[in-house]
């Protein structure tokens, strides 16, 4: 039987990848990732280490030929491998969900130094040097969320507050 303490969270947000994984990026790279905190969440799957990175509404875009097929899309994978951060070439994409087209403007952007080969794919470092380009770049191609999606926010932090006052 599996104890429930030692299971991976599947989605982190943004703040909970740092606290797990961030603790030798540098202030200004906690930062600039904390900027997709507000529209974005973190899914891993098979490997505990790498994340993707999907927008906090769950949208959907028209793929396939006939563009009858919905899939969400992916802004990036993020990889932690000995406490250096990395972005990957490639996202895996599946039934559900499928690869932004900002990820290979990304990966292409970025230095060269520094390309390691993990877990089947291509990563390049994320240090001080380009976190600004990823973060602007991903927020550039990362929808703005909702006001419906505020106002469910806001709704549920004014309850938690009222229950705290409660207690």
């Given at each position: 039987m599996?104890?429930i303490?030692y299971?991976?969270?599947?989605?982190?947000?943004?703040e909970?990848?740092?606290?797990?994984?961030?603790t030798?990026f540098?202030e200004?790279?906690?930062?600039?990732?904390?900027?997709?905190?507000?529209?974005?969440?973190?899914?891993?799957?098979?490997v505990s280490?790498?994340?993707d990175?999907?927008?906090v509404e769950h949208?959907?875009?028209e793929?396939?030929?006939?563009?009858?097929?919905?899939?969400?899309?992916?802004?990036?994978?993020?990889?932690?491998?000995?406490?250096?951060?990395?972005f990957?070439?490639?996202?895996?994409?599946?039934?559900?969900?499928?690869?932004?087209?900002?990820?290979s403007?990304?990966?292409?952007?970025?230095?060269?130094?520094?390309?390691i080969?993990?877990n089947?794919r291509?990563l390049?470092?994320?240090?001080?040097?380009?976190?600004?380009?990823?973060?602007?770049s991903?927020?550039?191609?990362?929808?703005?969320?909702?006001?419906r999606?505020l106002?469910?926010?806001?709704?549920?932090?004014?309850?938690?507050?009222?229950?705290?006052?409660?207690?």
């Amino acid at each position: 039987m599996a104890n429930i303490h030692y299971t991976k969270k599947r989605s982190i947000s943004m703040e909970q990848f740092i606290q797990e994984f961030g603790t030798n990026f540098s202030e200004h790279m906690k930062k600039r990732l904390m900027e997709l905190e507000s529209r974005s969440y973190l899914v891993r799957k098979e490997v505990s280490n790498r994340f993707d990175l999907k927008h906090v509404e769950h949208i959907e875009y028209e793929c396939g030929q006939e563009n009858t097929v919905l899939k969400e899309y992916i802004y990036g994978q993020f990889e932690v491998d000995k406490d250096i951060l990395y972005f990957s070439e490639s996202c895996e994409e599946s039934t559900k969900s499928m690869q932004a087209p900002i990820v290979s403007t990304i990966y292409d952007s970025l230095n060269c130094e520094g390309v390691i080969f993990s877990n089947g794919r291509n990563l390049k470092i994320v240090g001080d040097n380009n976190i600004d380009y990823v973060v602007d770049s991903t927020l550039s191609a990362c929808p703005q969320v909702s006001q419906r999606y505020l106002d469910i926010i806001h709704g549920m932090a004014a309850r938690a507050v009222r229950k705290k006052l409660k207690a």
